[in-house]
């Protein structure tokens, strides 16, 4: 016997048509982003310059008073180099909303997870998200690593839960990753895709496997650079020199790993590890650092000294 679209579908047609809808691009005016650190800062940053109110979450105050620092200090770093108006400044910080009470995601009409790498963290505020925001809207998480799958089954809606995953810099690198679970719907995935698309940003699509494409890619060369400065093939700024010079990177491994956070960077190696085997062992001075709380440019010590 044939079956047609197989399970997910069959799944689908036995639920009532209410919950088979999913809020479209265009009815998308308030976008809630919960994380205020490097990425939600920067997708909250996006999100506002291109018209979206934003209301930006984290768990303390402070946090989300230094990511609205970091997004004005960005803002006027824009304004100077003549890429966005004083009058577009103002629009945009006008638009941003700060808060450590998820309930006032409520009438978000998108929601751009940005938490911790951690799935316990990410499992309780998608519990509570699904709880406090409309049943028909797309809630989206930035993770590097974690199972879109696993982070849509602490929902009752696993079709409205897509990976989004925006890279860093937000405001500034132009794709984002997007990735549909086990019961994500297609139509879950064509709003995200849409909605990326209104941040002027273009999309590519993964499994649903340990780092997607980006990171499974990515880090065993970030690695791979640790392990060589830890192997004594040449010192720290020489590998990031001869992989600027010599490959055209923008950035050299552990000038990126510093930039992406060395806790971000020992939780994704840690994951890949776990789950695609020894190739992703994370290397010992990364885990070293962590340890020591020199966690890059967010803290101003990493692999480099940093100023804040
Ligand atoms: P970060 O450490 O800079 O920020 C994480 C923020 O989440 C912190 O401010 C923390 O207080 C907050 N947080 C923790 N628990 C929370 C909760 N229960 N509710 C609300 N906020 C909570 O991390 P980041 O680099 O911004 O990474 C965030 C997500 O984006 C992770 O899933 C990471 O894997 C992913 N990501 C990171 C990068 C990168 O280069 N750093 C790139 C792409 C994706």
Redo the contacts with the bound molecule.
């Keep these: 016997m044939r079956v047609l679209g197989g399970f997910g579908d069959r799944l689908t047609a036995v639920l009532p048509a209410r919950s088979r809808m999913v809020r479209g691009v265009a009815d998308i005016e308030s976008v809630g982003v919960?994380?205020?650190?490097?990425?939600?800062s920067g997708i909250a940053q996006v999100a506002a310059t291109n018209g979206y109110e934003v209301v930006l979450?984290?768990?303390r105050t402070d946090?989300v008073d230094a990511a609205f620092d970091r997004i004005g200090a960005r803002l006027d770093g824009l304004v100077e180099d003549g890429d966005l108006t004083a009058d577009e400044r103002a629009d945009a910080s006008a638009r941003l909303f700060g808060t450590t009470a998820l309930p006032d995601l409520a009438s978000a009409d998108f929601v751009v997870e940005?938490?911790?790498?951690n799935p316990d963290?990410k499992d309780?505020?998608f519990a509570e998200l699904d709880d406090v925001t409309d049943d028909d809207i797309v809630l989206a998480t930035?993770?590097?690593?974690l199972s879109i799958t696993r982070i849509g089954a602490a929902t009752d809606r696993p079709e409205r839960v897509a990976g989004v995953?925006?890279?860093?810099p937000a405001p500034v690198m132009p794709g984002v990753e997007l990735v549909a679970g086990e019961r994500t719907s297609d139509e879950t995935l064509a709003v995200a895709d849409a909605f990326v698309a209104t941040l002027g940003k273009e999309t590519w699509t993964s499994a649903d496997t340990p780092g997607f494409v980006v990171n499974r890619v990515l880090f065993p060369w970030i690695a791979e650079g640790i392990h060589a400065v830890e192997e004594g093939v040449a010192a720290k700024a020489d590998v990031d020199r001869a992989m600027r010079l010599g490959t055209n990177a923008p950035m050299g491994p552990l000038e990126l790993a510093d930039h992406?956070?060395l806790?971000?960077c020992l939780?994704?190696l840690e994951t890949l590890h776990d789950r695609l085997g020894e190739r992703y062992r994370p290397p010992p001075s990364l885990v070293r650092k962590v340890d020591a709380g020199h966690l890059g440019t967010?803290t101003g010590r990493g692999f480099y000294e940093h100023d804040r």
């Design positions: 919960v994380g205020a650190g490097t990425m939600g979450h984290d768990v946090l940005a938490a911790s790498e963290v309780e505020i930035n993770t590097s690593t995953h925006f890279m860093n992406v956070g806790d971000v939780d994704v967010k």
